[in-house]
């Protein structure tokens, strides 16, 4: 995504003024400032940039619900962070564990102007198109700018060799076709992590078509009940991050530093197992993450953080329908570098992975092509 | 023949008076950054709240989110909202201006660690 000049930014559009009900309140009444001068410093004083960030208190005076939703919104309060982070026994009750997570993990949360007057401000900000308010987020520039390489770079095929993902290339489908349901992006009602989402799409909402028999080899009894979709159906790698550590340098300025990405397809165990993911066989995705995550700020401050696995459940989002490791059955069976091995693992992750570890002696087998 | 021309003066006159106190500008000749933001404005503005305020609770209610404000609007709020509000005339005169913005806006000081690398 190119970056706005600084005057693009604050560019208020005569659109906005004439078509835009949010104009008729005044911006004094969103944003505060002084409003008998036109000096620039002296008209700033005392005025809120990114108003969203109190939404009970500017859009939740006319737009009650939704703020009143913000309260517990996983895009505003990073809920899927502090799951996670709890389960690998991060202490949100110790003061030191609550100083290095504020440091170095709320920067990317998202607030009601991110996605519908700004760009993300994690991103630099900067107003999408002269304050004009969007009811449906922008594709590339808000969901796509904050879930970038991990997922718009797979959606429109910005990884060099991985072509687009169909729902794109054929039908330019937008985020908001597949991920409907307006509560999830606003009351928060799933909490947690985004894969807890009781409401977030499946595959098989709109392909209901696919089941034994519907004349296609592989969709056997055997292959769909043990195989999430995206195993067959992701077009190629996908990103994986390793490595995070964070910290305060010399001049007082926070950091953090991760090591170079990599892209990678790999299969393994289902670390997600439930109901709504029966399968056996998943993708996974190494994400930007170790043991010494807050080691600046103190010791151990993560024990348990063998409790979920580095590797992690993944939906890449560059689905087609005939992929490299679905042309011929063996383009998976006996593959061995499709699959997570103990070898792709270092020795100190390999207790946090060993539930999506798969041994040699499960990796399925070549099979004669041609037979049934 | 003065008093039926006297008359026809004093009718001509009555329409004129009538034609003043009914007849006001076409809403497309009053320019949009002429019209005062504030309080001249506040009962149009309140009224296109109250309904944008309706629309929001019925999508709400499609949402299925309940709240204990949600049923409720402050209307006090809203209007003290519009009324209250100082003119803004100041901020639109310059954030709409491209040629003042670009000798002015200045981006803030990026403040990055040497040590900071990766992705984020």
Redesign the interface.
Known sequence: MPPL???Q??????KF??KD?HA??????C?G?Q????D?DA?HEGMVQKVGANPAATCG?????????AQTNIHRLQTGYQEVLAHRGGDFTDPTFVTAYSNHCTG?HADCSDCHVSRPS?LGGGLLSGHLFKKTASIWQTCGGCHS?RIADDYKGGHEGIPPDIHWEKEGMLCSDCHTD??AY??GSHGGARYDDPTAPTCIQCHEDVKPGDGIEQHDQEHLEKMACQTCHAAGQYKS?F??HT?I?D?G?????????QMTFKIGHNPLKSERRPWEWVLLRHV?TNKDLFAYYGDNLLPGFDNLPTWKYTTPHNMRRITPQNETCNSCHGQDDLFLTEKDVTPEERAANTPVIVAPEDIPQPVEEGGS | MKKTSFLWLLAVAALIIVGILVIRPPAWATP??AVP??AS?AS??DA??SS??KR??S??S????T????SS??ET??QS??AD????????????D?KK??K????PEE??????????
């Open positions: 000049e600084v005057w930014k604050v560019l208020v559009k005569d003024l004439e009900i008729d309140i005044g911006c004094i009444a944003h400032g409003p008998d001068t036109d620039k008209a005076k006319c737009h009650v619900d939704y703020a009143q939703a990317c994690a390489t307006d509560a606003h009351n991050c490595g995070c910290g340098d001049k300025i926070k950091y953090f530093a991760s090591e170079p990405s930007p | 949009v950054h933001r504030a404005i149009e503005a296109h709240l944008n305020v929001e609770t999508s709400s499609h949402l299925g989110l709240s204990g404000l949600g609007l402050d709020s809203v909202l519009v509000t100082p003119s803004s005339d100041n901020c639109i005169a310059c954030h709409t491209k913005l670009k002015l806006a200045k981006e403040v990055k660690s040497e040590k900071a690398s990766g992705e984020g």
